[in-house]
């Protein structure tokens, strides 16, 4: 069973620039989550992708949006970047919408 | 806004004692509750979890502990190692439909060998 993978591991951008990351769902799970982790803090809940739709979003603005494909896995895409953009981006998988979510390794983001 | 928070942003154990973690949360409807454990460069690493309608779980070496009336959870893990040393996030879901998780900031856990 192969759990969450993330790409890039690392990037580095400049502000104004935009951004995907991607995920790749745990083997058996349909629902993905993205979470922002800044330095010395605890994930942020960005949005969730259900079915291939966005299903329930956090307090993010427009320019960070996201799609999930037929095999589940994900991209989140963030517009005109920012300074404060720069955080460790989370993926997180589950089942049926579960709650019970399981991490991949994150994607840093560092915006210059 | 409401949200989770913890007591201790850091705690330091000597190794085979035992640690406790604490963590307040405000959300009242809040109604399922999950422990990660951080380790640097990595993500997080889900522990254990404990729905409202249950005060106390176990698992392996771990238990959590939750308390409706004061708000509050804890995690204890038993004969801590020198692996446990993390930075461990208490999170909180409100159910009703709500699929996000709200996390509160860690706990540094630091094991003494």
């Known amino acids: 069973e192969t759990g969450v993978t993330q790409s890039p591991t690392h990037l580095i951008k400049t502000r104004g620039q935009q951004v995907t990351l991607r995920c790749s769902s745990q083997?058996?799970?349909?629902?993905v989550s993205w979470y922002q982790q800044a330095l010395g803090q605890g994930p942020q809940f960005i949005f969730q992708?259900?079915?291939?739709?966005?299903?329930g979003r956090g307090n993010f603005p427009p320019r960070f949006s996201g799609l999930q494909f037929p095999n589940y896995s994900s991209e989140l895409n963030v517009n005109a970047l920012e300074l404060d953009d720069s955080a460790l981006y989370l993926c997180?998988?589950?089942?049926?919408?579960?709650?019970?979510?399981?991490f991949g390794p994150g994607t840093r983001l560092t915006v210059t | 806004g409401e949200s989770v928070g913890l007591h201790l942003p850091t705690l330091s154990v000597q190794e085979g004692d035992n640690s406790i973690i604490n963590c307040a949360y405000s959300?009242?409807?809040?109604?399922?509750f999950i422990w990660y454990k951080q380790e640097s460069g990595k993500g997080p690493q889900f522990i254990i979890d404990?729905?409202?309608?249950?005060d106390k779980r176990q698992g392996q070496r771990v238990t959590v502990l939750l308390n409706k009336t004061v708000k509050h959870l804890s995690l204890q893990i038993a004969a801590t190692q020198p692996g446990d040393s993390a930075v461990y996030f208490c999170?909180?879901?409100?159910?009703?439909?709500?699929?996000?998780?709200?996390f509160g900031k860690g706990t540094k856990l630091s094991v003494i060998p």
């Open positions: 997180a998988s589950s089942s049926a919408r579960g709650v019970e979510q399981y």
């Open positions: 083997s058996g799970h349909n629902t």
């Open positions: 992708y259900y079915r291939e739709e966005e299903n």
């Open positions: 959300n009242s409807a809040s109604d399922y």
């Open positions: 404990i729905r409202s309608n249950m």
């Open positions: 999170a909180e879901n409100e159910g009703a439909g709500s699929y996000q998780l709200t």
